[in-house]
């Protein structure tokens, strides 16, 4: 019998695995639980399982073992039929981006809300406030190749946040930014969090992470190693 989360949970994972069908576990007994409008930060070496956990949450990979809660759907027992109602609540931020090459930075973010039926004008008033939230409010009629790296970052953003989502994932979201830009996108995803939000970041930018002192959790060989408040990116002690 699956208990429901505590009713401001936003995420809540109870001893959760996933194992890929190569055999590979990329998470072990996963616990977690992230209250509405926290941020949070996912850090781990590469293979840790950090981008495991974020497609986990919405869905792209299911998990082998244990309870899956994501803003209000237990999703370990969500029929393919509904996935579209959980995705309708988590924006996402993948790792490498994935716009649409052929269509406009306009028609990135407009595309989220299109496949959901909205109206024509909801959906333009959505993607004018997204695209102004992001700072891309003049360049909607660009193309992803027109764009910088961190202009791209923030079409991304703006297609995550257009749906007006509980929860907003970034997975690695100042990869491939200068410092600086890295800086601006950080500031972006804090002020949104700050809206009501609730943000996870995962991320190897052990400077931000050490900088910001918010919750960090780390993960190491698909297990949570640790879960501490104001923290630094590596431990102290
Ligand atoms: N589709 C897949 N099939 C099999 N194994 C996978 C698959 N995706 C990831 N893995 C493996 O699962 C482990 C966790 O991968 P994951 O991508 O979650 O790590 P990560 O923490 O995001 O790493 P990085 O910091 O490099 O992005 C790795 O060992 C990886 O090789
Ligand atoms: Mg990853």
Redesign the pocket.
Known sequence: MSTLPSSDAVVELREVG?T???G????VGVNLSLHRGEFVFLV????????????LLVRD?SPSSGEVHVAGHAVHTLPASKVHLLRRRVGVVF?NFRLLPRRTVWENTAFALEVTGAAREEIDAAVERALRVVGLAELGGRYPAELSGGEQQRAAIARAIVGDPELLIA??PTGNLDPLISWEIMELLIQINRTGVTVIV?T?DSNIVTTLRRRVVG?DG?RVIRDEEHATYHRVG
């Open positions: 996933v890929y069908p190569s590979h576990r990329a998470l781990g070496p590469s293979g840790a399982g950090k981008s495991t956990l974020v497609s990979v790792q997975d690695e995962a190897h993960l698909g």
